[in-house]
């Protein structure tokens, strides 16, 4: 069975909404899973394993691969000239081409280049294509220009290089402690002095340049992120504590991330007190007594502010801040995440056990699933368990690979829970939803969470075409694999000279009854499903590890609703496909906004069950069924 990734907006959607039944089955920070040039502290922070830099690991022909050569063509086709236009307004520079539509053109304007910038790195990092190099090199002296241009008559804005409109107003007011929240029970009301979260904006720019620096090398990138941070420093200087945490109220991106990597790329100690200094207490400090106040908040908002933790824990060995970072992640993925991997409605968090309640058109922003696979990375690099790579693999194989158009190569904004729905994709240059952006990224880096090592040991948590160089050991593991559409895995090892390794395979919980595996062709026993199993040998040149996954269809049960599921295929979520003939034309592709096509059609289809086919009575499904779930208990 194959994921739906092929599926138009015509196509009802797949994946039915639950908190995952197989989650009671039971990262990304730079500093220290990847040992990148250009990092100068080293954290004293246990782990268990590391995760190998992307330029490590290469896609190989096969699903993932696709997605990611059709983001590559997307990212080659921009015009910088438009990705700079609301950075030159701001500064006051002329500007060659207008901005971008949909929020671009609106008050996010400028966080598409912070998104671009680390997706282009990422990209370039597994492929070196020379396109990549030559839009960032255009970019970077121009973002200078930028910088330089805000700090010549305003000190206060020296080092500040963003494009949002009304930008320096507002954050001016801020600087005098004139801070104006708006309603906090509103859901987009984390905007700051009027403006729409200005340092959510400030944050992809920052995190743009960090990933510049850091796969592609590029001291101009480092520069302006350093002046970047110098003028983020004025405002805990400025501010009270309290005036602070007021405005850090509003949607802040991971600010308290991307200045802690700021302190990994430079040692200087004052970036890592500013990092804590922009860590959010009312929603941090209860997870580090593991208290769960997630009912009702704004899931994009929390998840980045947690990955700042996580990332603060590995540079200071702060166990508090592991304890919190655990703690959500727990909750999440095992209590509040839909079957397919995705989180939240109406882009806020639910209660424990009211998933059922939950399927809606609003249903689990691509953003959020963007953000728990980092925090899953830093999870599974301290924990190393199953369940992590369990949720990973769930994420990516449905979320992800799932969220982009096969035919435009455009993204999702909403996975749909809604019975009856189906996926709404952007458009290329008119919507630039903040999803569109995190889109951008998510299909440059498929290599992330596949391979982890420590010392003589690797990871393989996830069966994805792709070939890996382990500089440590000089071996080159190369998958051959058509997974998620295929069953079979072809391992082939390369070596200069022996390696004694072990390679820990994941032996998914749901391959039943079994798996079948050999090494040069003589079978080995794997034993029961849910587990690692263990390879320890010399490794030579030409040794080959054959799997056979098994993937029968199956159900998951909502736990606090039996009478709602998912049927899957090993992980994949299955959807139906019930054609377009209640749909109105034109296609809905989205621009500026995600919930144009918010219109179900009625009635929706039904599914009939026959007797002795299911685990439900025969009849057929009088409530508004979503269609993933193929039977609607009666």
């Known amino acids: 069975m194959s994921i739906p990734t092929n599926n138009r907006r015509r196509v009802l959607l797949g994946a039915m909404a639950g908190t995952a039944a197989w989650a009671t089955r039971r990262s990304w920070a730079i500093v220290p899973q990847q040992a990148q040039s250009g990092l100068t502290v080293r954290a004293d922070a246990p782990m268990a394993c590391y995760a190998f830099d992307l330029a490590d690991v290469h896609m190989l022909p096969g699903p993932f691969r696709d997605n990611m050569v059709r983001d590559l063509d997307y990212l080659t086709s921009f015009d910088c000239d438009r990705l700079l236009a609301p950075f030159q307004k701001a500064a006051g520079l002329p500007t060659r081409a207008p901005n971008l539509g949909g929020w671009e053109s609106e008050g996010l304007a400028s966080h598409y280049c912070g998104h671009f910038m680390s997706a282009s790195a990422m990209m370039y990092a597994h492929t070196r294509d020379p396109r990549l190099?030559?839009?960032?090199?255009?970019?970077?002296?121009?973002?200078?220009?930028?910088?330089?241009?805000?700090?010549?008559?305003?000190?206060?804005?020296?080092?500040?290089?963003?494009?949002?409109?009304?930008?320096?107003?507002?954050?001016?007011?801020?600087?005098?402690?004139?801070?104006?929240?708006?309603?906090?029970?509103?859901?987009?009301?984390?905007?700051?002095?009027?403006?729409?979260?200005?340092?959510?904006?400030?944050?992809?720019?920052?995190?743009?340049?960090?990933?510049?620096?850091?796969?592609?090398?590029?001291?101009?990138?480092?520069?302006?992120?350093?002046?970047?941070?110098?003028?983020?420093?004025?405002?805990?200087?400025?501010?009270?504590?309290?005036?602070?945490?007021?405005?850090?109220?509003?949607?802040?991106?991971?600010?308290?991330?991307?200045?802690?990597?700021?302190?990994?790329?430079?040692?200087?100690?004052?970036?890592?007190?500013?990092?804590?200094?922009?860590?959010?207490?009312?929603?941090?400090?209860?997870?580090?007594?593991?208290?769960?106040?997630?009912?009702?908040?704004?899931?994009?908002?929390?998840?980045?502010?947690?990955?700042?933790?996580?990332?603060?824990?590995?540079?200071?060995?702060?166990?508090?801040?592991?304890?919190?970072?655990?703690?959500?992640?727990?909750?999440?993925?095992?209590?509040?995440?839909?079957?397919?991997?995705?989180?939240?409605?109406?882009?806020?968090?639910?209660?424990?056990?009211?998933?059922?309640?939950?399927?809606?058109?609003?249903?689990?922003?691509?953003?959020?699933?963007?953000?728990?696979?980092?925090?899953?990375?830093?999870?599974?690099?301290?924990?190393?368990?199953?369940?992590?790579?369990?949720?990973?693999?769930?994420?990516?194989?449905?979320?992800?690979?799932?969220?982009?158009?096969?035919?435009?190569?455009?993204?999702?904004?909403?996975?749909?829970?809604?019975?009856?729905?189906?996926?709404?994709?952007?458009?290329?240059?008119?919507?630039?939803?903040?999803?569109?952006?995190?889109?951008?990224?998510?299909?440059?880096?498929?290599?992330?969470?596949?391979?982890?090592?420590?010392?003589?040991?690797?990871?393989?948590?996830?069966?994805?075409?792709?070939?890996?160089?382990?500089?440590?050991?000089?071996?080159?593991?190369?998958?051959?694999?058509?997974?998620?559409?295929?069953?079979?895995?072809?391992?082939?090892?390369s070596a200069a000279r022996p390696a004694h390794a072990t390679l820990r395979l994941r032996y998914p919980y749901w391959s039943t009854p079994g798996m079948t595996l050999t090494l040069n062709g003589t079978p080995l026993d794997p034993g029961p499903p849910g587990r690692y199993l263990e390879l320890t040998r010399d490794w030579l040149d030409g040794d080959v590890i054959e799997i056979e996954l098994r993937m029968p269809l199956r159900i998951e049960r909502m736990p606090h609703r039996p009478s709602t599921f998912a049927i899957l295929a090993g992980p994949t979520v299955l959807a139906a496909v019930f054609g377009d003939a209640l749909m109105t034309p034109p296609v809905p592709y989205a621009d500026g906004n995600q919930l144009e096509w918010a219109e179900v059609p009625n009635p929706p289809p039904s599914i009939v069950s026959r007797s002795g086919e299911g685990p439900s009575k025969a009849g057929s499904c009088q409530t508004r069924c979503n269609p993933s779930c193929g039977i609607h208990a009666a």
């Open 133 to 493: 190099a030559v839009k960032i090199d255009y970019l970077l002296p121009r973002l200078a220009a930028c910088q330089q241009a805000n700090g010549r008559d305003d000190p206060e804005f020296a080092g500040y290089c963003a494009g949002i409109p009304n930008g320096k107003a507002g954050l001016r007011r801020a600087l005098t402690g004139d801070i104006d929240v708006g309603n906090p029970d509103a859901l987009y009301s984390f905007n700051l002095n009027g403006l729409w979260s200005p340092w959510y904006t400030i944050h992809k720019i920052m995190a743009g340049l960090r990933d510049v620096y850091l796969h592609m090398g590029r001291a101009q990138a480092k520069r302006i992120l350093v002046g970047m941070t110098e003028w983020a420093a004025q405002f805990p200087r400025r501010l009270s504590g309290a005036q602070m945490q007021k405005m850090l109220i509003s949607e802040q991106g991971g600010m308290n991330e991307v200045l802690a990597d700021v302190y990994a790329i430079t040692g200087k100690q004052d970036y890592l007190t500013l990092a804590q200094q922009f860590n959010e207490n009312s929603q941090l400090d209860p997870l580090m007594r593991r208290q769960d106040i997630l009912n009702g908040l704004h899931s994009n908002q929390y998840i980045p502010r947690v990955i700042g933790l996580a990332t603060q824990y590995e540079l200071t060995g702060n166990r508090n801040y592991r304890t919190g970072a655990e703690f959500f992640w727990e909750n999440v993925a095992r209590e509040r995440s839909y079957v397919f991997g995705g989180n939240g409605n109406h882009e806020d968090f639910f209660p424990i056990g009211d998933a059922w309640q939950q399927l809606s058109v609003s249903s689990a922003e691509s953003c959020c699933t963007y953000n728990m696979l980092k925090l899953t990375n830093h999870y599974f690099c301290w924990n190393a368990v199953m369940d992590a790579a369990d949720f990973f693999e769930r994420a990516v194989v449905n979320h992800i690979l799932g969220s982009q158009d096969p035919e435009t190569g455009m993204m999702t904004y909403y996975m749909s829970m809604e019975p009856g729905h189906f996926k709404t994709f952007s458009t290329h240059w008119d919507s630039c939803w903040c999803c569109c952006g995190t889109g951008l990224e998510n299909h440059s880096k498929y290599a992330r969470g596949v391979y982890f090592h420590q010392g003589d040991t690797l990871w393989v948590n996830l069966y994805i075409a792709s070939e890996l160089h382990w500089k440590h050991k000089s071996l080159t593991i190369r998958q051959r694999t058509a997974f998620p559409n295929g069953t079979r895995v072809r391992i082939e090892i």
